[in-house]
């Protein structure tokens, strides 16, 4: 973990990350449902389009779908994604008086949100523990021979039973900044890495 802090130091620190830093749970929610199957400079243009426009969820349900759908393209399923953003906008208006809830079944509860998105909402926008695993974290731990999982969710409860709790929150924002620079899916930079000693190189065939 020191080793990836130190190298993640000279990588962009992603999106859903930096909006974090508001610790504005709404703003972090919105932006991660974005991200899925989304490229993170798209999620960041994206996420800036809708903002200006709406940041709560009472002001997004004043917007009409198609006035949405205009500012989060070109978003992967960005009129799915328009849906659910309203749905889950109705829930926290009519559930929650309109806020985030602050707790992982909370959110799991919303429409569309699942484990990724709840855990990341908990730690970016309330500060909170949780252990968010998207492709990398699952890509990149399986790699190493750390844990050996077949899903995403299988890679959670596995770091959870493994990983030291003072590295939960760390490790989504380290690992997706390691994941796109050096440890990618294909043809990673081993000859780059810092904790290549650690690797089993699990399923690598062919590095740099």
Same mark, same amino acid.
């Given at each position: ?93 009519? #559930?929650?008086? $309109?806020?985030?809830? #602050? ?10 949100? $699942? ?57 989504? #924002? ?25 690797? #089993?190189?699990? $399923? ?5």
């Amino acid at each position: 973990m020191r080793r990836l802090k130190t190298a993640a130091k000279r990588w962009r620190v992603p999106i859903v990350s930096q909006i974090g830093e508001s610790r504005d749970p709404f703003r972090v929610l919105a932006s991660c449902l974005l991200s899925l199957r989304t490229r993170d400079e798209v999620t960041d243009a994206a996420s800036g389009r809708l903002f200006a426009l709406a940041s709560t969820p009472r002001q997004v349900l004043t917007l009409k779908p198609e006035t949405i759908q205009k500012a989060i393209y070109p978003v992967a399923f960005f009129r799915n994604k328009t849906a659910t953003l309203r749905a889950i906008c109705q829930e926290l208006m009519e #559930d929650h008086g $309109g806020d985030v809830p #602050d707790t992982l079944d909370g959110l799991l509860k919303l429409k569309g949100v $699942g484990r990724k998105t709840a855990n990341l909402t908990l730690i970016q926008g309330f500060g909170g523990q949780g252990i968010c695993v998207d492709t990398h974290v699952h890509r990149i731990c399986n790699r190493w021979g750390y844990v050996k999982t077949k899903t995403p969710d299988e890679t959670e409860m596995a770091l959870r039973e493994k990983l030291p709790e003072k590295y939960w929150s760390q490790l989504n #924002d380290l690992l997706v900044r390691f994941g796109q620079n050096c440890c990618k899916p294909i043809s990673p930079l081993c000859s780059q890495c810092g904790v290549a000693e650690f690797c #089993d190189r699990v $399923g690598v065939k062919k590095s740099r």
